[in-house]
T-cell receptor, first 112, second 113 residues
Framework: DVKVTQSSRYLVKRTGEKVFLECVQD?????MFWYRQDPGLGLRLIYF???????EKGDIPEGYSVSREKKERFSLILESASTNQTSMYLC???????????FGQGTRLTVV | DAKTTQPPSMDCAEGRAANLPCNHS???????VYWYRQIHSQGPQYIIH???NNETNEMASLIITEDRKSSTLILPHATLRDTAVYYC??????????????FGKGTKLSVKP
């Protein structure tokens, strides 16, 4: 089975901290994605990556950056966490020509 | 923005068929219709996809109208475990930003005993 693993299920950070959310997939997928999910707003795309060292902004990139140094790992970075970044973060991966995207279980981040 | 319109919520009795509609009137000729669902506290899960022919797999059936402007996801015998938010998405079947999954609000399906 394809696995997309997010490093933490729950995370609590303080305002101003630098936060790293890690995502690892084990199926050699080229494409990886970071979404955030908020009540009433649904899933919104933050950043995506087509391949190693490649990254593209999604719909809401402000306040975030990403890193993809290895094909299997896609990291989301909050340079200076703010309370409005409290959310559920979901990582996904997919082959470029693949039908199905596979999602991780999500990281619920609370910024206090 | 999402290119699809779905009702915000639906109820279904356990054991009965659940029919979830989706409008995608601006779908392009090379875009497919995909369905995902998200069970509470989990990541979204792929269900089925199609271009213009009806499709069936072990989870569901997908009926796409001849003009491709709408579709219906059918869960033939809904169970309590099918309670979830169901997302209808249109996208091209390849990479690039056009191939990204853009989620709308989805339909919250509640299966009741």
């Amino acid at each position: 089975d394809v696995k997309v693993t997010q490093s933490s299920r729950y995370l609590v950070k303080r305002t101003g901290e630098k936060v790293f959310l890690e995502c690892v997939q084990d199926m050699d997928h080229e494409n990886m994605f970071w979404y955030r999910q908020d009540p009433g707003l649904g899933l919104r795309l933050i950043y995506f990556s087509y391949d190693v060292k490649m990254k593209e902004k999604g719909d809401i990139p402000e306040g975030y950056s990403v890193s993809r140094e290895k094909k299997e790992r896609f990291s989301l970075i909050l340079e200076s966490a703010s309370t409005n970044q409290t959310s559920m973060y979901l990582c996904a991966s997919r082959r470029t020509t693949g039908v199905e995207a596979f999602f991780g279980q999500g990281t619920r981040l609370t910024v206090v | 923005d999402a290119k699809t319109t779905q009702p915000p919520s639906m109820d279904c009795a356990e054991g009965r068929a659940a029919n979830l509609p989706c409008n995608h009137s601006t779908i392009s000729g090379n875009e497919y219709v995909y369905w995902y669902r998200q069970i509470h506290s989990q990541g979204p899960q792929y269900i089925i996809h199609g271009l213009k022919n009806n499709e069936t797999n072990e989870m569901a059936s997908l009926i796409i109208t001849e003009d491709r402007k709408s579709s219906t996801l059918i869960l033939p015998h809904a169970t309590l475990r099918d309670t979830a938010v169901y997302y209808c998405i249109v996208r091209v079947p390849y990479g690039g930003s056009q191939g990204n999954l853009i989620f709308g609000k989805g339909t919250k399906l509640s299966v009741k005993p």
